[in-house]
């Protein structure tokens, strides 16, 4: 059974920094491109970063681009997304995922993680 997990989220002030990490279990992460997504309160899932499935791209959201980065740590086996310049706008559940195509698409999500940017 494969299970994601975000960890490092919390309470920031504007314009600070905050990493989150996605650990995984059931799943060679290393292996996988890993995408962020988010949820503000009273709206939809949205996407942060996304990474190609076939390729080495990396697509960040408008609203986060030279703000936020995301790396790995091949030995750790975790996923990072590093968050700067925060604003409360950040404000959301930060959610990993991965998406593995054997026969068929499966989508694997991390249960989600709180960032609060607020003064």
């Known amino acids: 059974q494969v299970q994601l997990v975000e960890s490092g989220g919390g309470l920031v002030q504007p314009g600070g920094s905050l990493r989150i990490a996605c650990t995984a279990s059931?799943?060679?992460?290393?292996?996988?491109?890993v995408n962020w997504y988010r949820q503000a309160p009273e709206k939809e899932r949205e996407v942060v970063v996304l990474?190609?499935?076939?390729?080495?791209?990396?697509t960040y959201a408008d609203s986060v681009k030279g703000r936020f980065t995301i790396s790995r740590d091949i030995v750790k086996k975790e996923a990072y997304l590093q968050m700067n310049s925060l604003k409360s706008e950040d404000t959301a559940i930060y959610f990993c995922n991965v998406k593995v195509f054997t026969t068929k698409w499966d989508d694997y999500w991390g249960q989600g993680i709180q960032v609060t940017v607020s003064s």
């Open positions: 059931g799943l060679a992460l290393m292996k996988y491109p």
């Open positions: 990474q190609g499935y076939t390729d080495d791209s990396t």
